[in-house]
């Protein structure tokens, strides 16, 4: 059975856990930056030498007034396509934070033998087209390597932590309050029971909170908690850190609230979902978890198959819209249409979007192959492109393509 490592990547940070066996149950475990150490938080640095050589995290910034260039900010510089220079040589910052990646992911062999890593959960704070992106080519060398990887957000994090935990911990909502010392993030886990299978659903809220104040957080806390039935509330972010927490912490635990403090919830989140992922969970089976970033509607085709109408699914609600990719091939009918069907998860109302392939060249009718693939630019927006295959020999592909956006 292959480990699992859940890895938070901020731009500021990153924290690494490994699934690892204790006396025959997987136990998800926090990665120390060194070994016997709890120190587990690492800073997103690079540094590069007089020499060229390249240091990661801790080591940058021990190393850094030796005279040669300490970098920071690596993912969103990575993602601006950034680059440095140093003795005529250049330094592109998706380089630099790809070998960053590696470097600290690596750090779980302190834990479990780095053959026995199967496949890696990344755990970001924004998924946006453009984060996914610069973090999917960065951790491109696991691929490389024969692991998997995915990427997903805190609040799918979330969702899977509070579900690995003790079930009565989840037994009614559960909140979660993350601090980065200038916005608190809450989060609140529910489950709808009307539905078959329920739906677990986030509800977040983000509050300014400049400074680190009591009576503030108190505020806060109660506008989310007051209303609701919560059994277990956390707290997670260096913002929560310094021993500041005195009446809103004694607010948090009225209620018989159980509630926890600690910075690692992120990613052992991921850890989670992998485990999850290979392993199955008997307490999900049951439920389906939906946030802002889950496709809420399946997409797909009817067509002849055989002499009889078939429907082929192409993507199905509940997957994260970046990992949404679907493609099929088929035969075009003599109107040139490409019908899509596109069903709510929620209401199950079936609508359809036509995409038009008048362009294509002029056949016979069924002598037009095509390749339908489709992906998502954003939770509501599907791209669709149409390849003019050509029917064989006969018909040669003319290159044709047509593109259109479908909203969900």
């Known amino acids: 059975m292959g480990r699992v490592i859940g890895y938070d990547l901020t731009d500021l940070f990153c924290q690494v856990s490994i699934g690892i066996d204790n006396d025959g149950n997987e136990e998800v475990r926090s990665v120390p930056v060194l070994a016997g150490t709890e120190r587990y938080v690492i800073p997103v640095a690079a540094y590069i030498g007089p020499d060229d050589e390249i240091a990661y995290g801790e080591d940058a910034i021990r190393l850094s007034g030796e005279g040669g260039e300490l970098i920071r900010n690596l993912l969103v510089g990575a993602m601006e396509g950034r680059e440095t220079e140093r003795n005529g040589k250049r330094y592109l910052y998706k380089d630099i934070l790809s070998g960053f990646m590696k470097r600290t992911i690596y750090l779980s062999s302190v834990l479990s033998p780095l053959d026995t890593v199967e496949r890696v959960v990344i755990a970001l704070a924004d998924v946006s087209e453009a984060y996914v992106k610069t973090v999917e080519e960065a951790a491109s060398f696991l691929s490389e390597e024969g692991r998997t990887y995915r990427i997903i957000g805190y ?32 989060l609140l886990l529910y489950t709808r029971v009307d539905t078959r299978p329920h739906l677990c659903m986030v509800e977040g809220r983000d509050f300014d909170m400049t400074l680190k104040d009591d009576l503030c957080f108190l505020d806060i806390a109660r506008s989310v908690l007051d209303s609701e039935i919560v059994s277990a509330v956390y707290l997670s972010g260096e913002g929560f850190e310094g021993g500041w927490l005195s009446k809103s912490v004694s607010y948090l ?59 082929v699914p192409l993507l199905n609600a509940g997957i994260n819209w970046y990992e949404a990719k679907g493609a ?13 069907r596109i069903e709510s998860f929620f209401t199950k109302d079936v609508r359809y979007s036509v995409l038009r392939c008048e362009g294509f060249p002029k056949r016979p009718e069924g002598c037009t192959r095509v390749r339908l693939e489709i992906s998502m630019k954003d939770a509501s927006s599907v791209h669709c492109t149409a390849y003019d295959l050509g029917f064989g020999d006969i018909f040669r592909s003319s290159g044709v393509k047509v593109e259109t956006e479908v909203f969900i």
């Open 155 to 186: 609040p799918e994090c979330f969702f899977y932590y509070a579900m690995n935990q003790d079930p009565v911990l989840t037994k009614n909502k559960v909140a979660l309050f993350d601090y980065d010392g200038e916005v608190v993030r809450s």
């Open 328 to 340: 099929c091939e088929f035969y075009l009918g003599s109107d040139k249409e490409i019908r899509l």
């Open 253 to 311: 635990c009225e209620r018989k609230r159980r509630v926890f403090q600690g910075r690692n919830l992120y990613t052992k989140g991921a850890c989670y979902a992998g485990i999850d992922d290979r392993d199955g969970n008997p307490t999900l089976k049951t439920c389906v978890f939906f946030d802002d970033d889950k496709l809420v509607s399946d997409v797909g085709l009817h067509m002849i198959r055989d002499g009889q109408e078939v429907y």
